[in-house]
C-alpha cells in the first residue's frame, strides 16, 4: 500500500470501528426492549397461576436473570469502559504541518483506531454475556411457569 493511501485507509477502518460500535449499541437497546415486554408478559402471566411455592420461586429467579440481563446492557450503554478516541484528519493535517512525520501521526491514529476496537469488542463481550443471562432467565420463568400450569 502506497503512503498516500493510509490515512484514507484509516479513516476507513476507524468509520467501520465506530459503526461496529453504534451496532452493538443498538443491539443493546434492542435487547433491553425484548426483556422488558418477557418481564411484562411473565409478570401478567405468572400474576395468580401459582399453587406452590416452589415453582414461583423459579419464576422469581428467572425474573431476576432478565433483570440483570437489563442492567449490564444499560450499564455498557451509559458508562463505556474507556473513552471513545476521536480520529480528526484536521488535526492529522495540522499535526503533518508543525512538523512530524506522515509516520509518527499515523502511528497515534491507528493506535486510537486500535483503543475503539478494544472498547468495541469489550461491549460485544459483554452483550454476549447479558444475552446469556437473558436466555438462562426465559428458560428458567418459562420452566416454572409451565410447571405451575401442569
Not at 426483556?35 to 395468580?48: E, L, N, P, Q, S
Not at 478516541?85 to 506522515?102: R, S
Request: proline fraction near 2%; hydrophobic fraction near 50%; charged fraction near 20%.
Amino acid at each position: 500500500m502506497k503512503e498516500d493511501d493510509l490515512l484514507p485507509h484509516a479513516v476507513r477502518v476507524y468509520e467501520q470501528e465506530l459503526k461496529r460500535f453504534e451496532n452493538v449499541d443498538s443491539k443493546a437497546n434492542q435487547q433491553i426492549g425484548f426483556v422488558g415486554v418477557i418481564i411484562a408478559i411473565f409478570g401478567f402471566v405468572a400474576g395468580d397461576n401459582f399453587q406452590t411455592l416452589e415453582y414461583l420461586v423459579l419464576v422469581i429467579f428467572g425474573l431476576g436473570f432478565l433483570l440483570l440481563s437489563i442492567i449490564i446492557s444499560v450499564a455498557k450503554i451509559l458508562f463505556p469502559t474507556k473513552k471513545i478516541p476521536v480520529f480528526n484528519v484536521q488535526l492529522y493535517c495540522e499535526d503533518l504541518k508543525k512538523g512530524k512525520t506522515e509516520e509518527t501521526v499515523l502511528e497515534v491514529y491507528l493506535t486510537h483506531i486500535g483503543e475503539l476496537s478494544q472498547v468495541v469488542t469489550n461491549k460485544a463481550r459483554w452483550l454476549a454475556r447479558s444475552y446469556l443471562f437473558m436466555l438462562i432467565g426465559l428458560a428458567t420463568s418459562f420452566i416454572g411457569i409451565l410447571l405451575s400450569v401442569i
